[in-house]
T-cell receptor, first 114, second 113 residues
Framework: AQSVTQLDSQVPVFEEAPVELRCNYSSSVSVYLFWYVQYPNQGLQLLLK??????LVESINGFEAEFNKSQTSFHLRKPSVHISDTAEYFCAVRTQGGSEKLVFGKGTKLTVNP | DTAVSQTPKYLVTQMGNDKSIKCEQNLGHDTMYWYKQDSKKFLKIMFSYNNKELIINETVPNRFSPKSPDKAHLNLHINSLELGDSAVYFC????????????FGPGTRLTVL
């Protein structure tokens, strides 16, 4: 079975500061990795994903995540955050070739303060 | 032009009642899901249907019964509602295939009194 650990339940930062949201996973088989963002009172939106190829993936709004197989991690980073980045961020895994279900971490609440 | 829609958005009801939540997607996807997000924001899959066939059924009480009348719809019926059923329920869909992502609906907030 797979599991996802998001080590920080809440991350408060000031505007324009860098941020890293940590995600570690556990799986006996190869996985695909995802970060989803949930803005207040909205559904989840895919932020970025790692399926294969380059281990560094980027989103259109400045976030990036790096897949590290040896450390079983997929941390999310942004060099300079905006107030509009305030949201809940979920890391998720899906096994390659197995069930199509996503297994989510418990989420990290990012709060960007002025 | 909503991709994945759910009705209702909010549902408040008494314990013991039976209620349904509807989900529709207009993306041409063939796989649909129901997830439950509890009060601590933890998201867990409940069911998945592919081409109207149940393919994932996690450990969910049999008071919950999904129904897929066609590929574009996946409804969730809940019998004998309990306080612990209070949560936000999300529908999602995707096109089967390795590299295809799931698209989520806006959620239905169910409150059982």
């Amino acid at each position: 079975a797979q599991s996802v650990t998001q080590l920080d339940s809440q991350v408060p930062v000031f505007e324009e500061a860098p941020v890293e949201l940590r995600c570690n996973y556990s799986s006996s088989v190869s996985v695909y990795l995802f970060w989803y963002v949930q803005y207040p009172n909205q559904g989840l939106q895919l932020l970025l994903k790692y399926l294969s190829g380059s281990t560094l993936v980027e989103s259109i709004n400045g976030f990036e995540a790096e897949f590290n197989k040896s450390q079983t991690s997929f941390h999310l980073r942004k060099p300079s955050v905006h107030i509009s980045d305030t949201a809940e961020y979920f890391c998720a895994v899906r096994t390659q070739g197995g069930s199509e279900k996503l297994v989510f971490g418990k989420g990290t609440k990012l709060t960007v303060n002025p | 032009d909503t991709a994945v829609s759910q009705t209702p958005k909010y549902l408040v009801t008494q314990m013991g009642n039976d209620k349904s939540i509807k989900c529709e997607q207009n993306l041409g996807h063939d796989t649909m899901y129901w997830y439950k997000q509890d009060s601590k924001k933890f998201l867990k899959i409940m069911f998945s249907y592919n081409n109207k066939e149940l393919i994932i059924n996690e450990t969910v009480p049999n008071r919950f019964s999904p129904k897929s009348p066609d590929k574009a719809h996946l409804n969730l019926h809940i019998n004998s509602l309990e306080l612990g059923d209070s949560a936000v329920y999300f529908c999602a869909s995707r096109l089967a295939g390795t590299y295809n992502e799931q698209f989520f609906g806006p959620g239905t907030r169910l409150t059982v009194l």
